[in-house]
């Protein structure tokens, strides 16, 4: 008998560990920024097992995007140069500081910035290159850092998809970029339904967006409310935000964190189950990790071949016809109104990203799928491609 239900695109996997702790931060009295927040960071440097490593926990990625950069002095007439091939977040926060997006084209194997056309960008106002580890595959460090150290600029990570993900046996977030941003949304590989990590080496760079979270002020809740000292005094130092993560969100994280290497171990068994059952039909798979690192599989992105005998869209169509969610990764940014007419963008001038948008999609890739689940999907894909 088929299974007629709807397999979701994505599901988080919440335990009763989790659940627990969420209980247990209820019943504590404290339910904003506070004692599991600041376990939560401490735990977060721990997995990085870098020494020297702050952690600083905000309410998303795109929050710590923005402190992170706020933090290194991007402001108006600056340019920050990433990738068109991502999610608009890791662009709007350069608007946010009145500075400008540049916007490069991608490695077509990889899907990850180029650094050759990083290189080819950098003008006289460029201060910072943000690149993205595209479905928790790293981008290619080594380079970018080198280009960016020659050419003195600074670089912020969005590690959105890479946890855990690793460039040459290190984790990501321990490399030595100047920061390094991880998102806990409900479809990243761990989560806290919204959430992100700041990581830093820079101490001035982390006590900035310590203060920048939480309105501009010297000392952060708990420290005011539980120090020794009377706890009423407070300075604002600056116009700062409310990017604080809560409590009840950082117990979540707390036990998340502590599955993530089992989770991405899930996700890199359906990955290769993928990658078996796809290698006779007319789909190019996503690129392995070079040899001995890890990949976070946050996606499984497939390209239809020129000769699949079917459109994306149509290919799409027929897997949800089939009750199978997919989705696109990304509508490249070059294609969306505000950043096309803003910056007067045209698809020739990202064709590796343009040619990959218009093969594109992404199949359900969580540790909630049984092997079942991921049979469905292998069927369907099958079926859609018209391969009996
Ligand atoms: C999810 C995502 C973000 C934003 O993360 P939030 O935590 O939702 O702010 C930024 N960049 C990329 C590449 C993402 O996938």
Sequence with gaps: MTDRSFLPFAQPEIGDDEIAEVVDTLRSGWVTTGPKAKRFEADFAAFLGEPGLHCVAVNS?????????????????????????????????????????????????????????????????????????????AADMPRLLDIAARHG??????????????????????????????SFYANKTITTGEGGMLVTRDAALAARARVMRLHGISRDAFDRFTAKTPGWAYEIVAPGFKYNLTDIAAALGIHQLKKAHAFQQRRAAIAARYDEAFATLPLLVPPAPPPGELHAWHLYTVRLAVDAGIARDDFIERLFAAGI??????????????????????PAMFPAS???????????????????????????????????
């Design 61 to 137: 990625a795109t929050a710590g995007l923005h402190l992170a950069l706020e933090a290194l002095g991007i402001g108006p007439g600056d340019e920050v140069i990433t990738t068109t091939h991502t999610f608009t977040a890791t662009a709007e926060v350069v608007r946010y500081l009145g500075a400008d997006v540049k916007l490069v084209d991608i490695d077509p194997a990889t899907l990850n910035i180029d650094p050759a056309a990083v290189e080819a960008a950098i003008g006289p106002r460029t201060k910072a290159v943000i690149p993205v580890h595209f479905a928790g595959l």
């Design 153 to 182: 600029l600074k670089v912020v990570e969005d590690a959105a998809h890479a946890l855990p993900t690793t460039c040459g046996g290190q984790l990501v977030g321990a490399l030595a970029s100047d920061a390094t941003v991880f």
């Design 354 to 388: 343009q040619r990959a948008y218009e093969r594109l999609v992404s199949l359900p890739i969580y540790t909630r799928m049984g092997d079942a689940d991921v049979g469905r999907v292998i069927a369907a894909v099958r079926g859609a491609l018209g391969v009996a």
């Design 325 to 346: 969610g997919c989705s696109v990764h990304y509508i490249p940014l070059h294609l969306h109104p505000y950043w096309r007419d803003r910056y007067r963008l045209d």
